[in-house]
């Protein structure tokens, strides 16, 4: 158990629809990562929160954002769903922002779009 | 355009041997490698780092080597084990941009 929690653990929808990730962190990290893992893709960097603020980006859509609140937990809303964007998406937590700080992931949300 | 390039999807090992997983690199400005293993259902966990600065680094059964001129590093794992079947993933950052380019994994199946 990496401390990470993340729910749903999966979720089914339309084409067309909104759905919000969520991502709790490992107590006292303050670095959550977003990652997407599609079928015969491996994982691909979305978005990286530190302390409540944006502080990287990779290849996020702009039909998806995210947002880490007070509380340290993050969110991941993803919205005109198209089939493509089924896929994993993991969430992790690093104690700090450097990236040479290992980062531990959560199980993991398997969104379905159908 | 695939920066961290895994060329073997899968690999299969008899226990007890050594497993050997290669990963190749395209961008010269990445000075930080990591190697992560996934299991089935779970995320990835770290496994070992290397900083380009050197050429090897060790952790119990597992030692990664990073040959720069190369633009190649690989992970040994010896004695392999049955628990060792798992999705490895290779990784990598460039001057703390932060952002850590992941291969696509290979799938080590360690063969009691």
């Known amino acids: 158990d990496s401390g990470v929690t993340q729910t749903p653990k999966h979720l089914i929808t339309a084409t067309g629809q909104r759905v919000t990730l969520r991502c709790s962190p490992r107590s006292g990290d303050l670095s959550v990562y977003w990652y997407q893992q599609s079928l015969d893709q491996g994982l691909q960097f979305l978005i990286q929160y530190y302390n409540g603020e944006e502080r990287a980006k990779g290849n996020i859509l702009e039909r998806f954002s995210a947002q880490q609140f007070p509380d340290l937990h993050s969110e991941l809303n993803l919205s005109s769903l198209e089939l493509g964007d089924s896929a994993l998406y993991f969430c992790a937590s690093s104690a700090s922002g450097r990236v040479d700080n290992e980062q531990f992931f959560g199980p993991g949300t398997r969104l379905t779009v159908l | 355009d695939q920066q961290v390039k895994q060329n073997s999807p899968s690999l299969s090992v008899q226990e007890g041997r050594i497993s050997i997983l290669n990963c190749d690199y395209t961008?010269?400005?990445?000075?930080?490698f990591l190697w992560y293993k996934k299991y089935p259902a779970e995320g990835p966990t770290f496994l070992i780092s290397?900083?380009?600065i050197k050429d090897k680094n060790e952790d119990g059964r597992f030692t990664v080597f990073l040959n720069k001129s190369a633009k190649h590093l690989s992970l040994h794992i010896v004695p392999s084990q049955p628990g060792d079947s798992a999705v490895y993933f290779c990784a990598a950052e460039a001057g703390n941009n932060r952002k850590l380019i992941w291969g696509l994994g290979t799938s080590l199946a360690v063969n009691p």
């Open positions: 290397i900083s380009s």
């Open positions: 961008n010269s400005m990445f000075d930080y």
